[in-house]
């Protein structure tokens, strides 16, 4: 006699990247019971710009699916959780589905120039009060309008209503479920938002110029009608509960509504986020972002790193070794070597779009060991930046909340707390944000409530400051020394300084 089938009490989630695609599994408890990645690739055709395949994407998604649940039965399965990148932007058509162009990158800097002229007419402020956003390339506005001038010049496709325009997560659910959708998270990211009224603002859609009519509708992060259809071996009628961009969903797994939490994400980029109750403007270096909306909105305070682990692989890469090997190989000491990875400008808090790199400090003596220390030093200095940012904002923050592969690296993670002169708590658990997208994806389902949330475990390990006050500070007067040279606006624009108090070397 066959057994009773199980009731499904399992939940995959998918969260999309940058490089790659993972699916994870967890079951009733939480506890993850499978995994699986798909690498994607991301071209840069030219200096500034960063590309990738929307189809690429798709298949990724379901490569990962398709792994993770290998021998599982997908009929336990009671809900789908999704993250994703954020600012990246496409355009595809209606009709047939087909991306028109490339997808442009979170990092894509080639709207630097629309940002440039709309700071040039004085709409800076405005934009930002809107939407929360400071005017930047890294957001999707400008990525929008030039896929428009490229694809759509006149715009009558796009009022028509026969092109859709979105961001990855609106991409996949079309994907899912044939409807043209947004989560009100990544709807934020996009700088097109009223943060407030959550809903297309029509005078920053006419600046950008970008119709209304190509945008997605914006949905809650718990969506009611999208299925996983197309993500074989699931049935097609399981539920997505939960959308959130990624670096929300990590805030989430940290059980970041829990007062006075900052938490820290790293990747090719960075993030650093902490929950706040105002969705009024402050701080210049910050940006305003819907964290998610379950039964009513959270707002968040956040600050974007543009090049973090993107600084390791592009040495690594320069030096013919791996990442790994390469940060592992770090000296106690970069012997007076600072590195600013303004790659494609300068994010949070900064945001200076025309910003480049720059490495000084550089003799005969340098050493491939030399270099990876700063390359470290570089990623926990940016990341304290932004963190004392957002202190400035919402009070002390005595401890940074930590994820992303980067993390393993021990040196980093103590680097971090010596830099902060915080405590740093490593999450343990690898993926976080695909398990904050599970954990909300459950807690659509009914399968957790969020008392069942607080009680789950997060195992971390701690990190504790060991510079003395006055290292710090003198360490803090080199960075931004180092800083001061990879900038372009003259000394006394406002946009150059942010809010940020300029240091000067005391040694």
């Not at 599970?438 to 475990?457: F, I, K, R, Y």
């Amino acid at each position: 006699m066959a057994s009773p089938a199980l009731a499904p009490d399992h939940v995959l989630a998918i969260d999309q990247g940058t490089s790659a695609t993972k699916a994870v599994l967890l079951d009733e408890t939480g506890v993850v019971r499978a995994r699986a990645a798909a690498p994607v690739a991301i071209r840069h055709p030219w200096p500034g710009h960063a590309e990738q395949d929307a189809e690429e994407i798709w298949a990724s998604v379901q490569q990962a699916v398709r792994t993770c649940l290998h021998g599982v039965d997908a009929t336990r399965v009671a809900a789908v959780g999704l993250s994703s990148q954020r600012e990246s932007t496409l355009l595809w058509d209606r009709d047939s589905g087909r991306p028109m162009g490339p997808m442009l990158g979170w990092q894509d800097g080639r709207g630097a120039e629309l940002c440039a002229r709309v700071r040039g007419r004085g709409d800076a402020e405005q934009v930002r009060a809107t939407s929360g956003l400071p005017v930047d390339a890294m957001f999707s506005a400008s990525k929008a309008a030039w896929l428009l001038n490229a694809y759509d010049a006149n715009r009558n496709r796009s009022r028509a209503g026969r092109l859709c325009l979105g961001t990855v997560d609106s991409w996949l659910l079309w994907k899912l479920s044939g409807e043209h959708l947004i989560e009100v998270g990544n709807a934020s990211r996009t700088q097109l938002l009223d943060i407030a009224g959550r809903s297309w603002d029509p005078w920053l859609c006419d600046i950008f110029g970008v119709p209304q009519e190509v945008l997605p509708r914006v949905m809650p992060s718990i969506p009611r009608s999208v299925t996983a259809r197309g993500l074989a071996p699931l049935p097609a009628d399981v539920p997505v509960t939960a959308v959130l961009g990624d670096s929300h969903a990590a805030l989430f797994a940290h059980a970041g509504w829990r007062p006075g939490h900052v938490k820290a994400t790293y990747g090719t980029g960075s993030s650093v986020m902490g929950l706040t109750e105002s969705v009024h403007v402050g701080s210049a270096g910050l940006a305003r972002t819907i964290a998610w909306e379950t039964d009513k909105p959270r707002y968040a305070l956040e600050g974007n790193i543009r090049s973090s682990g993107a600084t390791l692989v592009w040495l690594a890469n320069l030096l013919g070794t791996d990442p790994r090997t390469f940060a592992e190989s770090a000296a106690p000491s970069s012997e007076g070597v600072v590195l600013v990875p303004a790659f494609t400008g300068l994010g949070a808090p900064w945001w200076d779009d025309g910003a480049r790199a720059v490495m000084v400090g550089m003799t005969e003596g340098t050493r491939r060991e030399h270099l990876a220390r700063a390359a470290l030093e570089t990623i926990a200095s940016q990341v304290e930046d932004v963190v004392a940012e957002v202190e400035r904002e919402v009070g002390r923050a005595a401890t940074v909340l930590a994820d992303g592969g980067p993390t393993d690296n021990e040196v980093l993670m103590q680097l971090q707390a010596d830099i902060s002169g915080r405590e740093v708590h490593r999450a343990e658990a690898r993926d976080l944000s695909a398990i904050g997208a599970a954990h909300l994806a459950g807690l659509g389902a009914g399968l957790w409530t969020t008392a069942d949330l607080e009680s789950m475990p997060r195992e971390r390990t701690s990190y504790v400051p060991r510079w003395d006050d006055r290292h710090r500070v003198w360490w803090t007067a080199v960075w931004h020394d180092a800083v001061s040279l990879a900038r372009t606006r003259p000394p006394g624009d406002p946009a150059r300084t942010g809010s940020l108090k300029g240091a000067r070397r005391t040694h």
